[in-house]
């Protein structure tokens, strides 16, 4: 099991920008695909990018895709989601997560490890 610590939300303005963060200690976290999921209220928790270990595979869900970009450190055993041109639709709770999978990077059920999660909010 990888233990999965985000950090970096907050509250900002339309067109704004936040990095999240996910620091993961455990296993060897390079042999790890890591992904962003984000929920908000009464809303099922919905992809929104993924890494494969080596980052050499990377995926964004199509509501994101040119406004947030996943990237990862395997030095610093972290994740990082940079997240531009945010929307008020953006506002959820986003979450960390990790599997030793390599495959179907977009399905939550893959995943075996999550964060506490981290809350963006985003103010018209």
């Known amino acids: 099991q990888v233990q999965l610590v985000e950090s970096g939300g907050g509250l900002v303005q339309t067109g704004g920008s936040l990095r999240l963060s996910c620091a993961a200690s455990?296993?060897?976290?390079?042999?790890?695909?890591m992904g962003w999921f984000r929920q908000a209220p009464g809303k099922e928790r919905e992809f929104v990018a993924a890494t494969s270990w080596g980052g050499g595979s990377i995926l964004h869900a199509d509501s994101v895709r040119g406004r947030f970009r996943i990237s990862r450190d395997n030095a610093k055993n972290t994740v990082y989601l940079q997240m531009n041109s945010l929307k008020p639709e953006d506002t959820a709770v986003y979450y960390c997560a990790s599997t030793g999978n390599s495959g179907r990077l977009a399905n939550r059920y893959e995943y075996d490890s999550w964060g506490q999660g981290t809350q963006v909010t985003v103010s018209s």
């Open positions: 455990g296993r060897t976290f390079g042999s790890y695909a």
